[in-house]
């Protein structure tokens, strides 16, 4: 049973940084692309950025220049720095795992395994 877990969320005043981490565990996919969304109250998940298995990131432009994603040594482990954040970057944020290559269409139907979320608040 596989299982991904986040940590790090929390509040920030605009311009502040945040790191975010994701566990995963039991993922045994032959994987794969690492991905982290993000979900504000009344609107849809929206892929943020992405990490293939030999740690290549893509990111949504919404992010591009002030996100930057990696994967541990052992891919167990991920994490999503992210600085000059801003109100509109308020969500809940989440870490998926999927079977696929990263794609820019961020189809949250491509990963199969999600965690829970953790929440970012940005203030002004």
């Known amino acids: 049973q596989e299982h991904l877990k986040e940590s790090g969320g929390g509040s920030v005043q605009a311009g502040g940084s945040l790191r975010l981490s994701c566990e995963v565990s039991?993922?045994?996919?032959?994987?794969?692309?690492m991905g982290w969304f993000r979900q504000a109250p009344g609107k849809e998940r929206e892929g943020v950025a992405g990490i293939e298995s030999d740690g290549s990131p893509r990111y949504a432009d919404s992010v591009k220049g002030r996100f930057a994603a990696s994967r541990g040594n052992t891919k167990n482990t991920m994490t999503l720095q992210m600085n000059s954040l801003k109100p509109e970057d308020t969500a809940m944020y989440y870490c998926a795992a999927s079977p696929y290559y990263c794609s820019d269409s961020w189809s949250p139907s491509d990963y199969n395994a999600w965690g829970q979320g953790i929440q970012v608040t940005v203030s002004s």
């Open positions: 039991g993922y045994t996919e032959s994987s794969t692309c």
